[in-house]
């Protein structure tokens, strides 16, 4: 048996196939944007994991630290650790700003975490190059994305660092590239103001006679200290001993130690639901009006291919096609154009998908859906060629 | 004719190859994304083999360049400040006057006792005639007292007329000891004078803030004429050859940190040029808020220009330890709990938990348990590694290497 579809493609292969690329790049872009979403929900949840914490410690009231901004003592740590069921605690800052390199700044969030242990919470799990940091100073541990080489020297603030070691995939819920530095630095980095503001600070403690009393030697020297110097962090990651359950752990943290406790799916939640909410929706709007836009130009490519055969399609008829035979080769026609289009859009997609400056997530399971929802879409379009096909009049083909 | 009409009877054919081909390069493109991204994918690694090697340990710490004596000049007792002689930067010796308190009426006072102690003088001669006056007197009465018992053994006179001599020589006897006690008196007043001018004195003295030591001048504090507590400083010294480093070393790693260890210290000035100094003295008490150990370390030779508070990096150099397996810190991972490294051994992915050792400031870390020399360590991974992971084992993930 011929097959009526292979022949007619054959006969005009040229317009088929540069449709089904056209049709591809349509659905490329149509998965890409479905990636674009995929990769800021994944950018939140690698965050979560990167941190490789069960449990986040912050201040009372707040949902930090990533979502609002949270300050607690950095010897609240200890208090935790005493806690039943806490395997390992760790002091975490994390901030975002712009770190400069001798070409230019990349926009980073800087995370501070206690160094020395390996697989610590807060620490890099995994490197691509280098080495951990092993100084307590002034050594960074980068992301790929920041473009930074090994052996560079960046500025985080006052103090040049020297890039140790990269890694990949750290990112902040934003999609920033991480940089990891010892946890002191970090600190300071957040917390020391610059040089005029410090100085001027200081001419106005001096300025106020409370506090530079002339009776009392040292006291304003006193208080300058103590306004130089911090000890806050955002937050306190917590791994728990196996056999101890989140939400029992963090129960008493919140209750006794007067701090607020996040457990994993509570913090997904934060991130997923609430930080990346707005943006992830405005992409979502878009997926569906382009999946919407994308089915309505398959269907009337398809329906308008049938309509300029439709000529050929009177003379099948007038020399006794069956119309089964006619339908069956609009709809193979119309999956062929919806499979090539498919493998094009999905291979086209991963490959400009490294470009993208922020994560492209393309999942398996979008695809697969994406095969399903064109397959479907060309069915339902193939019908409407399918009608007009099956109504046209046999005498076109000689009348016209 | 014939080339045109084999052309005709080709071109289906053609067509049909050629749309095949198509289809072809389609499905293989299509398996190629497949492999190589999403879930089937591997991870690409890369591995090295467990060596023999040493670890080289160091601590490193950061502190600020201090004096380790410096001396706060300041008065003992409230006052004003009368005249500053050095400023800062000068050098000076010891005993030198570097400034000077308003006395106020100190030298008013001594002047006032300069005359009560002429007056006491004066007054002690007065006392001293009055004494010969006395002693004349008592010499007299002794005389007529002697010639009044004779005539009396004689009967020539009364027995009253005796007794009024006798009383007489007793009187000017107390006339003498009121003289020598009133002398012994003036000559104590005196004695007083003097220790009370000598204790002004001192005071006047101690307005005079001289240097204890040979030093240089790093701060002026007060101006003439501004009022300072007592203990407060007026002037600020250090002595320059003894500046050194005060180092602070984070205490989760400060374990073999010793005195007279040797040291290389980075200025901030000149990280260039690192100082060679030792561990001059490990301080007992560690500060337990920053979690650090402190240490004081010594320049061998001083460099020229430096400056007290700046900032210096140190490491402190440990003794090599035994050669031994070594690993990379980067490959050290942890499961669960257990910290160990992978092994990329020919079936695939296995967790070899360790003992670890000290680590050096290279990255590298001393294997003392649970590793062969040549075992295949998983050093750099794309992403975290399971026992399950498909792995691809390439030269560099990314980066070159170190």
């Not at chain 1, 307590?136 to 103090?159: N, P, W």
């Not at chain 1, 610059?194 to 106005?204: K, M, Q």
């Not at chain 1, 006619?326 to 119309?334: K, V």
């Not at chain 1, 379009?381 to 109504?391: F, G």
Request: include cysteine; aromatic fraction near 4%; charge should be positive.
């Amino acid at each position: 048996m011929i097959s009526l579809a292979g022949r007619d493609i054959l006969h005009s292969w040229g317009k088929f196939v540069l449709t089904g690329v056209g049709l591809g790049l349509l659905i490329g872009v149509t998965l890409t944007m479905a990636g674009v979403y995929r990769g800021m929900v994944d950018d939140a949840r690698m965050l979560l994991n990167n941190s490789r914490a069960d449990l986040w410690v912050v201040q009372q009231d707040t949902q930090g630290p990533y979502a609002e901004a949270s300050g607690i003592r950095d010897d609240v740590v200890r208090t935790i650790l005493g806690l039943p069921g806490v395997a390992r605690a760790a002091n975490v800052t994390y901030l975002t700003m712009q770190v400069r390199s001798e070409a230019a700044d990349v926009r980073a969030m800087v995370v501070g975490f206690e160094i020395g242990q390996p697989g610590f919470p807060g620490a890099p799990g995994y490197l691509v190059a280098g080495r951990h940091i092993t100084r307590s100073h002034y050594e960074a541990v980068a992301d790929v994305k920041t473009g930074f080489a090994l052996g560079q020297r960046i500025r985080i603030r006052r103090h040049d660092y020297t890039v140790v070691g990269l890694t990949q995939r750290m990112v902040s819920s934003g999609g920033d590239p991480m940089v990891f530095i010892p946890l002191k630095d970090a600190q300071e980095a957040q917390f020391l103001k610059d040089n005029d503001a410090i100085l001027n600070d200081r001419a106005r403690n001096a300025a106020n006679p409370g506090l530079n009393r002339p009776g009392v030697p040292g006291l304003l020297e006193a208080i300058q200290a103590s306004q130089a110097s911090n000890h806050n962090v955002n937050a306190v990651l917590v791994q728990l001993r196996p056999g101890f359950e989140a939400e029992a752990v963090a129960e008493p943290i919140r209750r006794w130690k007067h701090l607020e406790a996040f457990t994993r799916a509570q913090m997904e939640e934060i991130l997923v639901a609430k930080l990346i909410a707005t943006s992830a929706r405005q992409i979502a709007m878009f997926l569906v009006i382009l999946a919407i836009v994308s089915a309505a130009i398959v269907a009337f490519i398809i329906y308008t291919m049938t309509l300029s055969k439709i000529r050929e399609i009177a003379v099948l008829k007038l020399i006794g096609t069956r119309n089964r035979t006619i339908a069956g080769m609009i709809l193979q026609q119309a999956l062929g154009l919806g499979l090539i289009g498919f493998i094009v859009g999905k291979v086209a997609a991963t490959f400009w998908a490294p470009i993208f400056p922020k994560y492209v997530l393309l999942e398996p399971g979008d695809a697969v859906r994406g095969l399903v929802a064109v397959v479907v879409i060309c069915a339902l379009a193939s019908t409407l060629a399918i009608r007009a096909a099956l109504k046209v009049d046999p005498a076109a083909a000689i009348g016209g | 004719m014939n080339t045109a009409s084999r052309f005709k009877l080709s071109a289906p054919a053609l067509r049909r190859w050629g749309l095949g081909l198509l289809g072809a390069m389609l499905l293989l493109a299509l398996a190629f994304v497949v492999m190589r991204s999403g879930p089937l994918a591997p991870t690409r690694i890369t591995v090295h083999k467990a060596e023999n090697a040493t670890v080289s340990p160091a601590l490193f710490g950061i502190g600020t360049v201090e004096a380790r004596r410096a001396y706060l000049i300041g008065p003992t007792a409230a006052g004003r400040v009368l005249r500053v002689v050095v400023d800062v930067g000068d050098r000076v010796k010891a005993g030198q006057l570097l400034a000077e308190m308003d006395p106020v009426d100190i030298d008013e006072r001594v002047a006032a006792l300069d005359a009560s102690i002429a007056r006491a003088g004066s007054a002690a001669v007065a006392v001293q005639a009055q004494r010969q006056d006395a002693l004349a007197k008592k010499e007299l009465a002794a005389i007529n007292a002697r010639r009044f018992a004779d005539l009396a053994d004689k009967n020539f006179i009364s027995a009253g007329a005796l007794e009024a001599r006798l009383q007489e020589q007793t009187s000017a006897d107390a006339g003498v000891s009121g003289a020598d006690a009133n002398l012994a008196a003036a000559r104590q007043d005196m004695r007083r004078l003097d220790a009370e001018r000598a204790g002004l004195r001192q005071q006047r003295n101690n307005v005079r803030l001289v240097a204890p030591a040979d030093g240089l001048v790093i701060s002026r504090d007060a101006e003439p004429g501004s009022t300072v507590v007592a203990g407060q400083a007026v002037l600020r010294l250090i002595e320059p050859a003894t500046l050194w480093v005060k180092v602070r070393f984070d205490q989760g790693r400060s374990a073999g940190l010793v005195a007279g260890l040797h040291a290389d210290i980075s200025l901030r000035s000149n990280p260039a040029l690192p100082l060679a100094g030792k561990v001059a003295r490990l301080e007992a008490v560690s500060d337990s808020v920053t979690e650090e150990r402190v240490a004081q370390v010594s320049f061998d030779t001083l460099p020229v220009g430096l400056s007290v508070g700046e900032l210096a990096e140190v490491t402190v150099n440990l003794p090599t330890t035994a050669p031994g397996l070594v690993v990379s810190n980067a490959s050290v991972k942890r499961q669960g709990e257990k910290t160990g490294v992978w092994l990329a051994d020919g079936s695939g992915l296995r967790f070899a938990p360790l003992r670890l050792g000290q680590t050096g400031l290279d990255g590298r870390v001393q294997v003392l348990q649970g590793l062969q020399a040549g075992d295949p360590v998983v050093v750099y991974s794309e992403k975290e590694l399971t026992a399950d992971s498909r792995i691809k084992v390439v030269d560099a993930v990314a980066g070159q290497k170190p």
